[in-house]
């Protein structure tokens, strides 16, 4: 599976990604929700108590197993505001991703909006 880094939180926390998934044959995004507060005394997190609460890892997402195979299919799924996000470079290197098995082998690759 290959993975576009296409916007991060201001600690540079993943928020969204998309890409291609070479054995579910589809483009994909995916929406990152922000990690929980860290417990004031210990730093960590509580990972049962965010679960208990509602928290999940996705906000939103699209494009598993073989849901959009063409570009086209994602282009159109894709929610407006993250659409903004898909500049040429963006749309360009997922066409590449779906040409080359190899792609899903790289490490992520960060074309990234800030947010503040």
């Given amino acids: 599976m290959s993975r576009i880094i296409i ?16 054995p579910g044959k589809s483009f994909f995004w995916q929406e990152f929700n922000r990690e929980p507060e860290p417990d004031a005394q ?7 108590k965010a679960e208990d609460e509602g928290w999940e890892e996705m906000l939103r997402y699209g494009g598993y197993m073989r849901e959009y195979p063409t570009l086209t299919q994602f282009i159109q799924s894709v929610p407006a505001d993250i659409r ?19 792609s899903g082998r790289q490490p992520p690759i960060r074309l990234i909006t800030w947010e503040v």
């Fill in 7 to 22: 916007k991060v939180y201001p600690d540079d926390k993943d928020h969204i990604v998309v890409g291609w998934d070479h």
């Fill in 42 to 48: 210990s730093g960590e997190v509580n990972w049962e």
């Fill in 84 to 102: 903004a996000l898909l500049t040429d470079d963006v749309l360009n290197l997922l066409a590449e991703h779906r040409a080359d098995p190899e």
